[in-house]
């Protein structure tokens, strides 16, 4: 029988430096990631701003409170968006995560049309506050992977704000 392989640790990444609106909205995410964690929820936050400025969507994990798995803050802010902004609209917004965006989330914002995102703490750094346990672990691919695939263009700007991105984690997780 072969030997198992594992994937050694993927290598942190250096944190990305953001201008003053970036940061500014970044921020508006991590404060929703306090108000999730305050409700009970794991803590995440997401932010839409369209390119005039324009808050288009705000979200947070609700999965705790409403016990719907596919809760999770981006996807949140993604719903909200989609019954009344329009494609093009959305194209030009940039969603705001307090973290980066799942495998889940990355498919919702890849399948919404918005092609920038800012995020906070990055997944290598959230799986030191997850740990082992089987029911915090996730799925061990980037975000970053996923737009890739995508036939159109997604920046995806991050880990930014990194310390600010994970107090909202520190003595959440079970270790």
């Keep these: 029988m072969p030997a198992l392989m594992t994937a050694s640790p993927a290598p942190l990444e250096e944190a990305t430096l953001v201008d003053d609106t970036d940061g500014t909205y970044l921020r508006q995410a991590i404060a929703w990631s306090r108000t999730a964690r305050a409700r009970g929820n794991r803590p995440f936050g997401a932010v839409v701003i369209g390119a005039d400025g324009e808050l288009l969507a705000e979200a947070y994990c609700n999965t705790t409170e409403t016990g719907d798995c596919t809760g999770h803050a981006e996807t949140n802010a993604v719903r909200q968006l989609s019954p009344i902004v329009g494609r093009e609209a959305l194209a030009q917004a940039t969603l705001y995560s307090s973290a980066e965006p799942c495998v889940m989330c990355a498919g919702a914002i890849f399948w919404s049309g918005?092609?920038?995102?800012?995020?906070?703490?990055?997944?290598?750094?959230?799986?030191?506050?997850r740990?082992?346990?089987?029911?915090?672990r996730d799925a061990a691919l980037s975000c970053r992977d996923v737009f890739a695939a995508s036939p159109h263009p997604?920046?995806?700007?991050?880990?930014?704000?990194?310390?600010?991105?994970?107090?909202?984690?520190?003595?959440?997780?079970?270790?």
Excluded at 121 to 127: E, G, Y
Excluded at 131 to 136: I, L, M, S, Y
């Design 114 to 129: 918005i092609r920038r995102v800012v995020f906070g703490i990055d997944a290598v750094r959230l799986r030191a506050f």
């Design 131 to 136: 740990g082992e346990r089987a029911e915090q």
């Design 154 to 175: 997604i920046e995806c700007i991050g880990p930014a704000m990194i310390e600010e991105a994970r107090a909202p984690h520190v003595g959440f997780w079970k270790v």
